[in-house]
């Protein structure tokens, strides 16, 4: 059973930084695409970022593309999402999720940014 489950939400304030972690498990991490999708409140689901370790691949969309950087540890089977620069729109519910496009996802991880 693929089972994912992210941690590190917290309150920051804007311009602050925080590292998403999301642990995995019940599939081959390492040969996975892997990806982060959020949902800030109010609004629908927004994609963040993608990576395939594999081949050293990363994607990231217009929004967060130069603050956020996402990178695996494939060794404990953990995706990283590390937040810079965060601005008060980046307020959402984090979700690691399997494959690109997004196939199963963790519970999520609130991040408020705010002052």
């Known amino acids: 059973e693929v089972q994912l489950v992210e941690s590190g939400g917290d309150l920051v304030q804007p311009g602050g930084s925080l590292r998403l972690s999301c642990a995995a498990s019940?599939?081959?991490?390492?040969?996975?695409?892997m990806s982060w999708v959020r949902q800030a409140p109010g609004k629908g689901l927004e994609w963040v970022s993608s990576i395939f370790s594999y081949y050293s691949n990363t994607y990231y969309a217009d929004s967060v593309k130069g603050r956020f950087t996402i990178s695996t540890d494939n060794a404990k089977n953990t995706l990283y999402l590390q937040m810079n620069s965060l601005k008060s729109e980046d307020t959402a519910v984090y979700y690691c999720?399997?494959?690109?496009?997004?196939?199963?996802w963790g519970q999520g991880t609130l991040v408020t940014v705010s002052s």
């Open positions: 019940g599939f081959t991490f390492g040969s996975s695409a």
């Open positions: 999720a399997k494959s690109y496009p997004p196939e199963v």
